[in-house]
C-alpha cells in the first residue's frame, strides 16, 4: 500500500494524472470516499494523464461516463445508488469488464460484493478544505 497526502484539488489531479502511467486495458479500480473528497478530481486528473483533455464530470445520474483515451475506454462508474448484483446487471456493469475498457468506480463500498483480488483499491480520507490522505493499494 502506498500513501500520499494532497493538499489541494490540483495535488489531487496531479497524483490522478502520475497513477494514469500504470493503467491497462481491463483494470479496474474501486475508489472509497466520502461525498466531496476527491474521487472525481481524481478521475479527472487520471484523465489528463491519459491525454484526454475534454469535460470530465462525475457520473451521478447516469451511472457510467465513458472516456476514449485512444489505448482503450475509461469508464468512470457511480455505484452510490447500486445496492445489489442485479443492479449491476441492470446499468451493464459486467459487459465492461474487458481489456478495451479501465473501469475507475466512485462509491465501491457499495459493490465490494463485485471486485476480486485483482482490483486497484484508492482510499481517499478527508473533506472541506482539509487535506486529504489518500491510499493506493493494488491487487
Request: charged fraction near 25%.
Amino acid at each position: 500500500m502506498t500513501e500520499y497526502v494532497s493538499e489541494s484539488q490540483q495535488e489531487t489531479e496531479r497524483l490522478g494524472a502520475e497513477f494514469a502511467n500504470a493503467l491497462k486495458g481491463g483494470d479496474v479500480i474501486a475508489m472509497f470516499a466520502e461525498l466531496g473528497a476527491g474521487k472525481t478530481a481524481f478521475v479527472r486528473g487520471v484523465l489528463r494523464g491519459l491525454g484526454y483533455d475534454g469535460y470530465v464530470s462525475s457520473p451521478t445520474f447516469a451511472f457510467v461516463n465513458e472516456y476514449d483515451t485512444g489505448d482503450f475506454i475509461l469508464s468512470h462508474f457511480d455505484m452510490y445508488r447500486i445496492e445489489n448484483e442485479e443492479q449491476l446487471y441492470s446499468i451493464g456493469y459486467y459487459d465492461y469488464l474487458d481489456d478495451r475498457h479501465v473501469l475507475m468506480l466512485e462509491w465501491a463500498e457499495n459493490v465490494e460484493f463485485a471486485l476480486d483480488d485483482d482490483t486497484v483499491r484508492i482510499h481517499i480520507y478527508g473533506s472541506g478544505d482539509e487535506p486529504r490522505r489518500i491510499t493506493i493499494e493494488n491487487g
